[in-house]
Nanobody, 115 residues
Framework: QVQVVESGGGLVQPGGSLRLSCAAS????????MGWYRQAPGKERDLVAH???????NYADSVKDRFTMSRDNGKNTVYLQMNSLKPEDTAVYYC?????????WGQGTQVTVSS
């Protein structure tokens, strides 16, 4: 069994910052790729950021230079530091961990950017 739990969402004004956390636990014995997707109302789920086993990060063009993903390997935890937030960043943010052929997902955390 693998559990993925996100935290840190909330309401923030445009230009503000939030830090999301995602902890993976259970039958995880190595460092695995992890990442974040987001889904806005009425839209498809889109990739936001991904971190490989080696620590290489990739970002969607829409969040480059504003979002930073990092990882605490000892805790199987990843973070998404989100700065200069815009109303269009409003979405439910989902974390995933890749284990072999499968992606395990969290329940999501709501991020709302509004004045």
């Amino acid at each position: 069994q693998v559990q993925v739990v996100e935290s840190g969402g909330g309401l923030v004004q445009p230009g503000g910052s939030l830090r999301l956390s995602c902890a993976a636990s259970g039958r995880i014995f190595t460092i695995n790729p992890m990442g974040w997707y987001r889904q806005a109302p009425g839209k498809e789920r889109d990739l936001v950021a991904h971190i490989s086993r080696s620590g290489t990060t990739n970002y969607a063009d829409s969040v480059k230079d504003r979002f930073t993903m990092s990882r605490d390997n000892g805790k199987n935890t990843v973070y998404l530091q989100m700065n200069s937030l815009k109303p269009e960043d409003t979405a439910v943010y989902y974390c995933y961990v890749v284990l072999g052929e499968y992606n395990y997902w969290g329940q999501g955390t709501q991020v709302t950017v509004s004045s």
